[in-house]
């Protein structure tokens, strides 16, 4: 792919667009935060998803400035938002290397500050694969960012090498229950069956819990009798472009 010779011009450039998709509290459908999700806006191939350059990104170390951008945009969003009226936090996905720079937490609270956002609101979304690759190291930086008062979140719980272990002794406030678990959840019964499972789980520890995936009202509805706090999905809405986003929230209160 040339796309990957592109990338650091596109970082420079800021063809990289974040659409953002809403959370809300499962019980009383307040929106409560905003998913940011990355895309490439290519001059040549149009509009790519992630999957076509956060791997390449993570191999060739662009993965750093890449996550600085959307740290700086989301939070510049998330200021504008604010100025409007709206407190809405942001969650960003980070992927091992951040988690592995000792740096990343002064980065990251340079950026707060830049943008006069409270550590509140941020979360930032990690996955269990990131910790596990180093979890000493990993540990270490969740650690400080916590203490900052970041927000920090398991992303796609269930999907990764099982690190149930982990969940003890990382620093985390937050488990997203995996979408293939969810959305299936009323029609298949091993996916209900892991999702009870996982809410109980997070439940015992204490953890708040977001269900992504969920499509229909009726799963909402099964959800929110479990106990889940957060929902989100298309039956809330799809990840949207900023001017989008705040058309749907004017709507929405
Ligand atoms: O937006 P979409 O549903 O296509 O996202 C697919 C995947 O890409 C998600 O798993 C998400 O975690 C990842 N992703 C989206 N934006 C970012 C980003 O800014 N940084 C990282 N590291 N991953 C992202
Ligand atoms: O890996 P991560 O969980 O961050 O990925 C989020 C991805 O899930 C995005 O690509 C987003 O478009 C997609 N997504 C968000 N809500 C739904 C949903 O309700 N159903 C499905 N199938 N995908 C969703
Ligand atoms: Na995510
Ligand atoms: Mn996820």
């Not at 992630?50 to 890449?66: C, K, M, Q, S, V």
């Not at 809410?199 to 099964?222: I, K």
Request: aromatic residues 6%; negative net charge.
């Amino acid at each position: 792919l040339t796309v990957i010779s592109d990338l650091r011009h596109a970082i420079d450039q800021a063809e990289l667009v974040l659409h953002y998709q809403p959370k809300a509290d499962a019980r009383t459908g307040a929106v409560c935060g905003a998913e940011v999700l990355c895309r490439w806006q290519h001059p040549r191939l149009g509009l790519l998803g992630p999957d076509r350059f956060i791997p390449a990104a993570e191999e060739t170390g662009l993965i750093e400035p890449l996550t600085r951008y959307v740290l700086d945009h989301a939070l510049a969003q998330c200021h504008a938002w604010h100025l409007t009226g709206w407190d809405v936090p942001v969650s960003v996905n980070v992927g091992a290397q951040c988690l592995h720079d000792t740096t990343f937490p002064d980065q990251v609270a340079g950026l707060l500050a830049r943008h006069g956002r409270p550590a509140s609101a941020l979360t930032l979304e990690i996955t269990e694969s990131a910790i596990i690759a180093d979890p000493i190291r990993a540990s270490d930086v969740l650690t400080k960012l916590r203490e900052l008062g970041v927000r920090l979140s398991i992303d796609d719980f269930g999907t990764g090498y099982s690190s149930i272990a982990y969940l003890r002794t990382m620093p985390v406030h937050e488990m997203k229950i995996d979408r293939s678990f969810t959305t299936n959840m009323r029609t298949d019964a091993s996916s209900g069956a892991i999702t009870r499972s996982l809410l109980g789980l997070a439940q015992n520890l204490e953890l708040e819990v977001v269900a992504e995936g969920v499509e229909d009202e009726e799963t909402w509805s099964a959800l929110a009798a479990l106990g889940c706090d957060i929902v989100q999905g298309y039956c809330l809405s799809r990840p949207l472009p900023p001017d989008d986003f705040a058309t749907w929230l004017r709507d929405r209160v």
